[in-house]
Nanobody, 120 residues
Framework: QLQASGGGLVQAGGSLRLSCVASGRTFSSYVMGWFRQAPGKEREFVAAIIWSGASTYYADSVKGRFTASRDNAKNTVYLQMNSLKPEDTAVYYC???????????????WGQGTLVTVSS
């Protein structure tokens, strides 16, 4: 029901925009979250955006570099990633929940991941 895309290989300092398209149900009233998981590490919170897009939340590690946005008419959320660093390398996932939560286990719906690789 959630399909993430847009990952790829980019050099440090570069940019990528991830997209997450929802299908099968409308997620316009849901909080949409972005998480990432690097090899050998736990899945960690990256960003979240409330249903209206009026409020966003970011992990300290990405604040000022990443921007979450959404287009409810297209049932799509985005994660614009700028000034990428090698430590941003991970599989990125989108998720949906009705609450403003930052813990992966609290999210009800998940998409498959998209791999982001940042070379130094």
């Amino acid at each position: 029901q959630l399909q993430a895309s847009g990952g790829g290989l980019v050099q440090a300092g570069g940019s990528l925009r991830l997209s997450c398209v929802a299908s099968g149900r409308t997620f316009s009233s849901y909080v949409m979250g972005w998480f990432r998981q690097a090899p050998g590490k736990e899945r960690e919170f990256v960003a979240a955006i409330i249903w209206s897009g009026a409020s966003t939340y970011y992990a300290d590690s990405v604040k000022g570099r990443f921007t979450a946005s959404r287009d409810n008419a297209k049932n799509t959320v985005y994660l614009q990633m700028n000034s990428l660093k090698p430590e941003d390398t991970a599989v990125y996932y989108c998720a949906a929940d009705r609450r403003i939560v930052v813990t992966a286990s609290d999210y009800d719906y998940w998409g498959q991941g998209t791999l982001v690789t940042v070379s130094s």
